[in-house]
């Protein structure tokens, strides 16, 4: 009997320990359940290598005139200089703009033409040019694609800031061919947030993005009634929401379009106003 008595013992603690680790199981497995749909895409950034330069394509360049308040206008970029883009930018044809998603991408470009009356190295190593979208160069189908229309769908082509063409090409030249890729794009400081707006409109503006440089998603959260929302682009890098900001202490998370995430906890305190701007973390 009593030999019986210690082997039911025994029995009976193993069974109690594993009904133990199996509910601590249970609730870790529910835990992350309830909240791996925020901390997943925080994490999984981590697991994505860093964006790299991309293949060489070809494509034609023009210019156009304007100054900093003009250069960003179809990304919403109010002043390109003030903004760290300086005149080192271009606007994209349709087809490369994709209705603003392309807006803060960086470009090396090379002039690629053989003629002397072209590209100002010809004939000698050709240098870059290094860009950043910030406008659109809208189509215009009343001419030719390959005769004033430089801008018309298929065609892949920039419209160059008329002071960083020159870098390249000669003015006179008007069009040429280039070579271009994707690169990193290289920031000084973190990814800023202007908030604009109203307490039932907000609109936030995106800029300053390092790595690929173009965001496709952006979501925000308070730190009280605020949970994870995602803000609808309204156009180029403007994102709005109709959610209740006001009063709340703001964490941003952002998606680029290599499919790194950034996210800037609590960036902007609970006593932010409109018009102002927030700097949080960059993508290395």
Not at 102 to 111: D, F, L, P, R, V
Not at 112 to 129: E, H, L, P, V
Not at 247 to 257: D, I
Request: glycine share 12%; proline share 3%; hydrophobic share 35%.
């Amino acid at each position: 009997m009593a030999s019986s008595s210690i082997i039911l013992l025994v029995l009976v603690t193993f069974a109690i320990r594993d009904a133990h680790a199996s509910v601590n199981s249970w609730s870790y497995a529910a835990h992350n359940n309830i909240v791996g749909r925020s901390t997943l895409a925080i994490f999984n950034h981590q697991q994505r290598p860093k964006f790299v330069s991309g293949q060489w394509m070809q494509a034609h360049a023009t210019f156009y005139e304007g100054g900093s308040g003009t250069y960003g206008g179809a990304c919403g970029y109010e002043d390109v200089v003030k903004d760290g883009y300086g005149m080192e930018i271009a606007a994209l044809s349709t087809v490369m703009f994709k209705g603003g998603e392309a807006c803060g991408g960086c470009y090396e470009i090379k002039c690629a033409s053989d003629s002397t009356q072209g590209c100002n190295n010809a004939g000698r190593g050709q240098s870059s040019i290094f860009v950043t979208a910030t406008n659109l160069c809208p189509p215009n189908y009343n001419q030719a694609s390959n005769n004033g229309g430089w801008c018309n769908s298929p065609r892949e082509h920039f419209d160059l800031a008329k002071p960083t063409f020159l870098k390249i090409a000669q003015y006179k030249t008007g069009i040429v061919p280039v070579q271009y890729r994707r690169v990193p794009c290289k920031k000084w400081g973190g990814i800023r947030y202007t908030i604009t707006g109203n307490p039932y409109f907000n609109l936030v503006k995106v800029w300053n993005v390092g790595g690929a440089g173009d965001v496709v998603g952006v979501q925000v959260k308070g730190d009280t009634k605020l949970k994870w929302i995602e803000l609808k682009r309204n156009w180029g890098q403007k994102w709005e929401t109709k959610a209740m900001l006001v009063g709340e202490s703001l964490t941003f998370r952002v998606k680029a379009s290599d499919g790194r995430y950034s996210t800037s906890w609590h960036v902007a305190p609970k006593n932010w106003q409109f018009g102002q701007t927030f700097e949080g973390k960059n993508f290395k």
